[in-house]
């Protein structure tokens, strides 16, 4: 039935609006986004030969590993801002499946989707992160854990701040559910996008200190350049 549905409705492109053959994304296209290499694999910055950077090496980030699917151009990040500000949650499943197949989740336990606060989900209705994150999750057969983590306080938007600004704004932003993370040794954190690390570092510094978790990733669809 599958087949023969696809065979007389063929997904068309959300972009294009051109068929497809697989997903609603145009595999061409996505073959043309830039896709971060030789970078550092704990910061995902420029990294000579794809070691370790020497930022991380003398100030190592509270996350152990950083994977993003692509760098935040093109088409993507027309994806991206329909899915948060045009109200289009159904993105959120491409994002998703495009992601989870650049993801190598070996020994990752549970993911967790970064938080939004009350306010903000109430406006958008819904919390971008967490839709990406259920599609992820179903791909990789790696359970989501939801509630684990709240944003207490309803920061500002950090588009235009740089990263000492971020650092400052997340300050005591986030709150730790510890029972939902016991037992728990490795997980991941899932972002739409990536920029200067730092709400990725304010989430990660707060469930290692408060939690059994020793190893944490940081993983989102896209990372600004």
């Not at 509270?62 to 899915?83: C, K, P, S």
């Amino acid at each position: 039935m599958h087949w023969l549905e696809r065979w007389l409705l063929p997904p068309k492109c959300v972009l294009t609006h051109q068929p497809c053959e697989d997903r609603d994304i145009d595999a061409k296209l996505v073959g043309e986004w830039p896709i971060p290499t030789s970078v550092c694999p704990q910061c995902c910055e420029p990294s000579f030969d794809a070691k370790v950077c020497g930022r991380c090496l003398a100030d190592a980030p509270a996350f152990d590993r950083t994977q993003v699917g692509f760098y935040f151009d093109a088409e993507l990040a027309d994806l991206i801002h329909g899915l948060k500000y045009n109200s289009q949650p159904a993105y959120a499943r491409i994002l998703g499946e495009l992601l989870a197949q650049r993801l190598d989740a070996k020994n990752i336990q549970a993911m967790v989707a970064v938080p939004l606060h009350q306010s903000r989900y109430r406006q958008r209705g819904f919390n971008q992160a967490e839709l990406v994150a259920k599609t992820v999750a179903k791909e990789l057969g790696i359970p989501l854990i939801k509630q684990a983590v709240k944003r207490v306080k309803n920061t500002p938007s950090q588009t235009h701040l740089n990263a000492k600004q971020r650092r400052a704004n997340l300050k005591n932003a986030f709150d730790i559910d510890c029972e939902k993370l016991q037992g728990l040794e490795s997980i991941a954190l899932l972002d739409d996008v990536i920029t200067t690390g730092a709400t990725m570092q304010s989430l990660a510094q707060k469930i290692k200190r408060q939690t059994s978790v020793e190893t944490i990733q940081a993983w989102a669809v896209a990372k600004t350049k």
